[in-house]
């Protein structure tokens, strides 16, 4: 059974700081990985999507790896800024179509 | 339309009654998902269509639960002799194909009292 971890489960830096967000997998038999961004009280953005034969993709300041065979991606976040507070999901597609998510990573930027 | 609508927004019911969960997915969309979301928790996969296939059932918690979809158009989720538990954003989301990025409606938030 597929299992999805995100570390750290909360995080609080200042503005302008770099960051990594992890994420493991336990199946790497994965088609694609997707990462969401979740405001409180609203749905989920799609922030990235990886293909299973991709190593990385980037849009802005964001950029999200994918190591498929050890089972890990991490998000990178540069110059971050208060607007990108929110719950980070990353979610892992299993050859059948269904998409497993991990428990999500807090940030809070402090201006 | 522009997005995933679901609806209500927002429901309020008492235990032991039946509510129902609306979702439109985006138009051309052949997959569609329903999620759960507890408070302070994680996404729990309910249930995902796609196309004329059979739908994968594997996280529907309990026999109370049950979903529908009309060809590839809107889908309802059924809670029936609703618990306390089942309080939680029901979220609904739909791709173009079985492994497109998904597109999330805002989600649907059901108390039990």
């Known amino acids: 059974k597929q299992e999805v971890t995100q570390i750290p489960a909360a995080l609080s830096v200042p503005e302008g700081e770099n960051l990594v967000l992890n994420c493991s997998f336990t199946?790497?038999?994965?088609?694609?990985l997707q990462w969401f961004r979740q405001d409180p009280g609203k749905g989920l953005t799609s922030l990235l999507l990886i293909q299973s034969s991709q190593r990385e993709q980037t849009s802005g300041r964001l950029n999200a790896s994918l190591d498929k065979s050890s089972g890990r991606s991490t998000l990178y976040i540069a110059a971050s800024q208060p607007g990108d507070s929110a719950t980070y999901l990353c979610a892992v597609r299993d050859n059948t179509g269904k998409l497993i998510f991990g428990q999500g990573t807090t940030l809070q930027v402090k201006p | 339309g522009a997005g995933v609508s679901q609806s209500p927004s927002n429901k309020v019911t008492e235990k032991g009654k039946d509510v129902e969960l609306r979702c439109d997915p985006i138009?051309?969309?052949?997959?569609l998902y329903w999620y759960r979301q507890r408070l302070g928790q994680g996404l729990e996969f309910l249930i995902y269509f796609q196309g004329n296939s059979a739908p994968d059932k594997s996280g529907l918690p309990s026999d109370r639960f049950s979903a529908e979809r009309t060809g590839e158009s809107v889908s309802t989720l059924t809670i029936q002799r609703t618990q306390q538990e089942d309080s939680a954003v029901y979220l609904c989301?739909?791709?173009?194909?079985?492994?497109?990025?998904?597109?999330f409606g805002n989600g649907t938030r059901l108390t039990v009292t």
């Open positions: 989301a739909s791709s173009l194909q079985g492994y497109s990025p998904l597109h």
């Open positions: 138009s051309g969309h052949t997959a």
């Open positions: 199946d790497s038999a994965i088609y694609n």
